[in-house]
């Protein structure tokens, strides 16, 4: 099991940044995928961007190409979220979630998640 815990959200202008930091402890193999979630206030949990943790490939949903960039150092278990023109919509409680799959969309198929990070982008 992997612990992961979330950290560098907050509250941000519309237009602005904020980078989500994501520490994982414990083993996590070149099979594996970490992604990120979003939970915006009264909705469900959705698929927001995962990398594959061997080959650093990345994907993201439709609606955040562009402005989030996802990363990782293997070296130190560490994830990254940089997250660039946040709009109002981008509003969420964030998590980090890891996968044995490799590559999933579907918050069934992760295996350890962390509590979370609040995002507000608001003026």
């Known amino acids: 099991q992997v612990q992961l815990v979330e950290s560098g959200g907050g509250l941000v202008q519309p237009g602005g940044s904020l980078r989500l930091s994501c520490a994982a402890s414990?083993?996590?193999?070149?099979?594996?995928?970490v992604g990120w979630f979003r939970q915006p206030p009264g909705r469900e949990r959705e698929f927001v961007s995962l990398?594959?943790?061997?080959?650093?490939?990345?994907y993201y949903e439709d609606s955040v190409k562009g402005r989030f960039t996802i990363s990782r150092t293997s070296s130190s278990n560490m994830v990254y979220l940089q997250m660039n023109s946040l709009k109002p919509e981008d509003t969420a409680g964030y998590y980090c979630?890891?996968?044995?799959?490799?590559?999933?969309?579907?918050?069934?198929?992760?295996?350890?998640w962390g509590q979370g990070t609040q995002v507000t982008v608001s003026s």
């Open positions: 979630a890891k996968t044995r799959r490799g590559y999933s969309r579907l918050p069934a198929e992760f295996d350890d």
């Open positions: 414990g083993r996590i193999f070149s099979s594996h995928g």
């Open positions: 990398i594959r943790w061997g080959t650093g490939g990345t």
